[in-house]
């Protein structure tokens, strides 16, 4: 059983550029969530998507945006980057409607801002 | 708001003894509670979560944790630490009804010396 994958592994880019990240939700799961994890601080909730839709959004601008795919895999996307944005960026996965949904992990993507 | 709060940034103990991590949470309403803990270079893997019932949920690799109402806490604990557990620990708390929106604590560095 395939668990949450994501990439890439590592990615450096420069201030003002643009970037994507991918996510791979568990098998069985519809719902994707995406946090941001800056060096010694917790998880920050990003966003969920849910049925291709948005469906809640944590205090982030709107350079965040997402995406979410028929087959329920995601994507982060981040415009503009700032030295700020550097950190390790995760996706979860859990499936609506059982309750308290535990979420999943995957091993995140680390970006460096240059 | 919500928020979760851990007090302590590290925790030592000897291998053997009895560890705790503690972790208090200030939602509205009746939260769900997890324990998620998190290896150099890797996501997050879930440890254990409260949803209701018995105050006292046991969870993978021999944790388990108290909940207390009254104290609106939810400390992580294990009989015997081993030098294997060492590693970084996050509580996290979710409300009913908010879509699974996780609010993460700043997390616990446990070092556990043999």
């Known amino acids: 059983d395939a668990g949450v994958t994501q990439s890439p592994t590592h990615l450096i880019k420069t201030r003002g550029q643009q970037v994507t990240l991918r996510c791979s939700p568990k098998s069985g799961h519809d719902t994707v969530s995406w946090y941001q994890q800056a060096l010694g601080q917790g998880p920050q909730f990003i966003f969920q998507y849910y049925e291709e839709e948005e469906r809640q959004r944590g205090n982030f601008p709107d350079r965040f945006s997402g995406h979410q795919f028929p087959n329920y895999s995601s994507e982060l996307n981040v415009n503009a980057l700032l030295l700020g944005d550097s950190a390790l960026y995760l996706c979860?996965?859990?499936?609506?409607?059982?309750?308290?949904?535990?979420?999943?992990f995957g091993p995140g993507t680390r970006l460096t801002v240059l | 708001a919500q928020s979760v709060a851990q007090p302590e940034d590290q925790v030592n103990v000897a291998e053997g003894n009895p560890l705790t991590v503690k972790c208090t949470y200030s939602v509205s309403g009746n939260p769900y509670l997890f324990w998620y803990v998190q290896y150099p270079n890797r996501g997050l893997q879930f440890l254990l979560k409260?949803?209701?019932?018995?105050?006292l949920v046991k969870g993978s690799y021999g944790f388990e944790a108290e909940f207390n109402k009254s104290q609106t806490s939810f400390h992580l604990k294990k009989p015997s630490a081993l030098v294997s557990d060492s590693a970084l620990y996050f509580c996290a708390v979710s409300v009913p009804r908010n879509f699974n929106k996780f609010y993460f604590g700043s997390g616990t560095k446990l070092n556990v010396k043999p």
């Open positions: 409260y949803i209701t019932g018995d105050n």
């Open positions: 979860a996965s859990s499936l609506t409607g059982q309750g308290a949904d535990t979420q999943y």
